[in-house]
Antibody, heavy 117, light 108 residues
Framework: EVQLVESGGGLVQPGRSLRLSCAAS????????MHWVRQAPGKGLEWVSG????????GYADSVKGRFTISRDNAKNSLYLQMNSLRAEDTALYYC??????????WGQGTLVTVSS | SYVLTQPPSVSVAPGKTARITCGGN??????VHWYQQKPGQAPVLVIY???DRPSGIPERFSGSNSGNTATLTISRVEAGDEADYYC???????????FGTGTKVTVL
């Protein structure tokens, strides 16, 4: 069974940093590209960042470019999102998702990030 | 960047058919995926590549895509279909995925 388990969320002050993790199991992790997608409270889905299977291709939404860094460790079956210079508008539930191509076929349950003083 | 527009809400009686549209410039030239998100849960892929269903998704869910509109159709709607639905495409110009604005389906 495919499992994606996010962790690392919490309450953080504006301007501070946080690192999210996504632990994957039940599939061959390095066969898939991975993404982070967030959802602000009561809002829709917003793509944040994606990384190819071998980290050779990485992309970011304009809203996080220069502040967030995505990475993966295939040996540990893990995906990461380093979030720096956090803003109130980054408050959201952050999901990791796997994709064999352009569809996100499996999602984790999300980890909540709250940016507030 | 590429914009996908969905109606905010759709209401449908049980047993009837719900149609959720996703509008985008020449969306018919792209592959569209659809996700269902029930309250407090993560999104679930229900349609990929315009009209394919993942295993475990009922045949009542179908999709089509042509011109400037993609459509998710839910036949014989059940109370359990009440959820938010999002369309998604890959925007080749920016090389990243784009989600629609989302549609809340209410079963009357």
């Amino acid at each position: 069974e495919v499992q994606l388990v996010e962790s690392g969320g919490g309450l953080v002050q504006p301007g501070r940093s946080l690192r999210l993790s996504c632990a994957a199991s039940g599939f061959t992790f390095d066969d898939y590209a991975m993404h982070w997608v967030r959802q602000a409270p009561g809002k829709g889905l917003e793509w944040v960042s994606g990384i190819s299977w071998n980290s050779g291709s990485i992309g970011y939404a304009d809203s996080v470019k220069g502040r967030f860094t995505i990475s993966r460790d295939n040996a540990k079956n893990s995906l990461y999102l380093q979030m720096n210079s956090l803003r109130a508008e980054d408050t959201a539930l952050y999901y990791c998702a796997k994709t064999p191509d352009t569809a996100m076929v499996s999602w984790g349950q999300g980890t909540l990030v709250t940016v507030s003083s | 960047s590429y914009v996908l527009t969905q109606p905010p809400s759709v209401s449908v009686a049980p047993g009837k058919t719900a149609r959720i549209t996703c509008g985008g410039n020449n969306i018919g030239s792209k592959s569209v995926h659809w996700y269902q998100q029930k309250p407090g849960q993560a999104p679930v892929l229900v349609i990929y590549y315009d009209s394919d269903r993942p295993s475990g998704i009922p045949e009542r869910f179908s999709g089509s895509n042509s011109g400037n509109t993609a459509t998710l159709t839910i036949s014989r709607v059940e109370a359990g279909d009440e959820a938010d639905y999002y369309c998604q495409v890959w925007d080749s110009s920016s090389d990243h995925p784009v989600f629609g604005t989302g549609t809340k389906v209410t079963v009357l």
